[in-house]
């Protein structure tokens, strides 16, 4: 069974710092990974799909990296602004289905 | 476009009551999907539908029963609901990238927020 993780579970940086978050999952047979942003009380927003045969996406400030054979992801930040804090969940879809990591929550302090 | 829409919000359900929480979608998407969201969990596939007349189980389908009887439309049902339904309910839909591959974006609702006391 596929298993996505996340770490950190949270994490706290001052207005400005770049930052990268982690997911990891356990099995690389993916189509894509998908990174979502969350904020309280609400739905998910897709932020950037990487393909299986991709390395790296790239929108605005943010950047996501694949490496499927060792079953790594990242997701880079720039120039963090405090619109940034929510929890930003990374999924992996094996076809019909999507795997989902339990997030990190990133606190941007003004 | 509305997108993804979920009715209701919110509801608090007394254990053994039954309800149907409704996702609707106005992407013309084929693949439908309903999660549940737990604290320290994550999201977790309840059940899925790769088209109209058709659904199948995901990771927890104890429990819940669903229909995709239009395409646009799929309705996750409760038959007799227990305080480990207590959750936040999340239906998203996806379509297939044209990249010649199986390949697939998903679009998700709001959310319900559902409480069984």
Known sequence: KQEVTQIPAALSVPEGENLVLNCSFTDSAIYN?????QDPGKGLTSLLLIQSSQREQTSGRLNASLDKSSGRSTL???????????????????????????GTSLTVIP | NAGVTQTPKFRVLKTGQSMTLLCAQDMNHEYMYWYRQDPGMGLRLIH????????????????????R??????????????????????????YPIPTGFPNYEQYFGPGTRLTVT
């Open chain 1, 33 to 37: 990974l998908q990174w979502f942003r």
């Open chain 1, 76 to 102: 880079y930040i720039a120039a963090s602004q405090p619109g940034d804090s929510a929890t930003y969940l990374c999924a992996v879809n094996t076809g019909n289905q999507f795997y989902f990591g339990t």
């Open chain 2, 48 to 67: 899925y539908s790769v088209g109209e007349g058709t659904t199948a189980k995901g990771e927890v389908p104890d429990g819940y029963n669903v229909s």
């Open chain 2, 69 to 94: 009887l239009k395409k646009q439309n799929f309705l996750l049902g409760l038959e007799s609901a227990a305080p480990s339904q207590t959750s936040v309910y999340f239906c998203a839909s996806s």
